[in-house]
């Protein structure tokens, strides 16, 4: 695991500069403290790529990268792991190809050496990889299908400079730092800044699954994978439940590769049990667990998750995140690069942070939400389908006294799931999904915005982003619409984003097994009827993990990893949030109306409504803000 960067100049106006790329990796030394490494090329176009190194596999000096092939035509920079190298290399060695190491990252090149672009079908990992062909003068760069590694770029008047973060993009002083004003609509809609937008005009996120390839100043990129949801297989409820179990088994042997010790993320859930219970039977070491907890009850899984650690008797370790937690914000704001409203990001930080005390990888469960429907909104988007065939005077009835209910200090409750399914159950369904992911509805952004930004954001509509995957309305299920808006929005843009970032802030690697791309396919292919059943979601996943997770974990309800910062507004974050957003600063920025600020946030004070996610995506706007444009 490590942290990339590089320009491509073809403008003949500067050559790579060693000292430049040096200044871009210095940004990314947290993402690989073992190493640092430079190529430097000033032909016309001039290269220069930058590595920094988190020794995961082969941690001798033949894995130093740069990489070149074996007559340095090829140099190669990679971040992640391939997971099937072992089967890849005696495979190469068979065409011919000759190997200076141990490395994962070695088979990459030969694997281009070999098919080219198409490498790509090849490879079966985490990974966001770029390479400069010398003889060809093509720059080939990658991300892999999840999209679990970062690849930011900027594209300019033939100058293309990029990076596994903003910060080192930045560094190398080409960047313009023009606020992307779009951006920050969706943003305030989202919590996050969809791909391939970057809150920066002229900074881009490649895509998950895409490739580009930049030659001759012209810049082509192309999606190489893509699950479908079209062909599903006929199979049995037991056939179908062993297959998960055996591809999952598979998925997490691959993923305990490593020469330095691992341990696993361990919340208590289905998905994490699931990793930690193959672990421990896939493994001849104990386990090493790790846990985050809250004083605050709702929010506390911990007891769960010691219930798996005494089953599998792993060594486990806890830590509870207080309000003072958010000392550590500086640090978050530092390496998100950009607005980033997960307030998980705080324990998931801090659970990196106690485990790199411990190991240098960890597992974790993400992605079994989205391949095998998890989410509350799944459920809820399922059954406003019924709602609908309801009389309409029943509907109104059930609307209006629902309506009367008060939004509480936690709406982490039944009463507060409840006005968000029936505030939504009348919208067409594009617009209801929006309504259940959406921190900022329409209304309330008109309400806050100043004229000004209102005239900015009259043409954006934000659930135009999921057209692409609605326009499958037809032709596919609602669930498998559903599950292919997270694979390729949430996910990505923000689960995947998160774990990135907080993780290597610590210099820990994260693996997710229920992310193999094999296990996400076979997922894709089965029926909606075997991911929600009535009102069970997450169906046959439960039904292949019964006897290999406790009961109590197995059917346990859905908590979700969020932090309780709603009321730590209402208490020891007062002041930190008034003191912010009201600040002189943050109001003359001209985005917002200053009456509509003061009320939403006295409004969430006194208890009369939860605004915590609306504060939290202000408050993490305002920081970002002063860190990079004050």
């Known amino acids: 695991m490590c942290g990339i960067c590089g320009i491509i100049d073809y403008t003949n106006k500067s050559i790579a500069e060693e000292s430049i790329i040096r200044k871009m990796c210095a940004e990314l030394k947290h993402r690989g403290p073992d190493d640092e490494g430079v190529y430097l090329n000033n032909k016309s176009p001039s290269v220069g790529l930058g590595h920094r190194r988190l020794s995961i596999i082969d941690l001798s000096s033949a894995g130093r990268q740069p990489m070149p092939n074996e007559d340095k035509t090829v140099w190669l920079i990679f971040n992640g792991e391939v997971y099937n190298y072992k089967e890849l290399k005696p495979e190469l060695e068979k065409k011919g190809h000759k190997f200076s190491s141990d490395t994962d990252t070695e088979t990459v090149i030969h694997l281009y050496e070999e098919y080219g672009e198409d490498c790509l079908k090849h490879i079966r990992g985490m990974f966001a990889f770029a390479l400069w062909d010398d003889k060809k003068q093509i720059f080939f760069a990658a991300r892999d299908r999840a999209g679990k590694k970062p690849f930011i770029y900027s594209n300019h008047n033939g100058r293309f400079c990029f990076a596994s973060e903003f910060t080192a993009l930045l560094a190398s002083g080409f960047i313009e730092k023009e606020i992307n004003l779009e951006a920050i609509d969706y943003y305030l809609t989202f919590g996050y800044i969809p791909a391939p937008m970057t809150i920066y005009k002229g900074v881009f996120k490649l895509p998950p699954a895409h490739f580009l390839l930049f030659k001759g100043g012209e810049l082509k990129i192309k999606r190489y994978w893509e699950l479908d949801y079209s062909q599903k297989i006929n199979i049995s409820e037991e056939d179908a439940a062993g297959e998960i179990l055996r591809l999952l088994k598979e998925a997490t ?6 020469d330095v010790p691992l341990g696993a993320f361990l919340s208590g859930g289905i998905d994490s049990s699931a990793v930690v219970a193959l672990m421990a039977e896939l493994s001849s070491q104990r386990i090493k667990t790790f846990s985050i907890g809250f004083q605050e009850q709702d929010y506390n899984e911990l007891t769960y998750a010691k219930n798996i650690s005494s089953r599998f008797y792993t060594e486990h370790h806890e830590f509870i995140v207080r309000p003072d937690a958010l000392e550590v914000l500086p640090v978050l704001v530092e390496r998100y690069g950009e607005p980033y409203a997960d307030s998980s990001c705080i324990p998931s930080y801090y659970v990196a942070k106690y485990t790199k005390e411990h190991v240098t990888v960890a597992l974790n469960g993400d992605g079994g939400d989205e391949s095998f429907a998890g989410y509350e909104r799944y459920l809820g988007i ?12 029943a509907r109104h009835l059930i609307t209006a006294f629902t309506d009367k209910f008060p939004d509480l200090a936690n709406s982490k409750n039944i009463i507060g799931t409840a ?4 505030a939504a ?6 617009e209801r999904y929006l309504h259940w992911v959406s921190i900022f509805s329409d209304e309330l952004k008109l309400t806050m915005y100043s004229a000004d930004f209102k005239y ?3 043409d954006i509509s934000a659930a135009s982003l999921f057209n692409p995957y609605f326009e499958n309305y037809e032709k596919l299920s609602m669930l498998d619409v559903l599950l292919m808006t997270d694979v390729h929005t949430y996910l990505p843009d923000d689960l995947l984003v998160k774990m990135d970032i907080v993780s290597m802030a610590n210099s820990l690697e994260a693996r997710s097994p229920f992310l193999d791309n094999k296990v996400m396919e076979f997922a894709a292919k089965l029926p909606p009827r075997y991911k929600i059943r009535g009102l069970v979601k997450k169906y046959i996943l439960r039904k292949s993990l019964k006897g290999l997770v406790p009961s109590e974990n197995l059917n346990r309800k859905k908590m979700g990893f969020g932090a309780p910062v709603g009321l730590w507004f209402r208490g020891e974050l007062r002041n930190l949030l008034r003191d912010t957003l009201l ?9 917002f109306d200053t009456g509509a600020i003061k009320k939403i946030i006295e409004q969430h004070l006194s208890g009369h409504k939860d605004y915590k996610m609306q504060l939290w995506a202000l408050l993490m706007l305002e920081l970002w803000h002063k860190r990079f444009i004050d």
Not at 583 to 591: E, M, Q, V
């Open 253 to 258: 042997k691959i993923r305990l590769y490593s």
């Open 382 to 393: 399922l059954l406003s389908q019924v709602y609908q065939k309801m009389p309409e005077i």
């Open 419 to 422: 006005k968000r399914f029936f």
């Open 425 to 430: 159950t009348s919208l067409p369904v594009r």
């Open 456 to 458: 900015v954001a009259r």
């Open 583 to 591: 600040s002189k600063s943050a109001l003359g920025r001209g985005y």
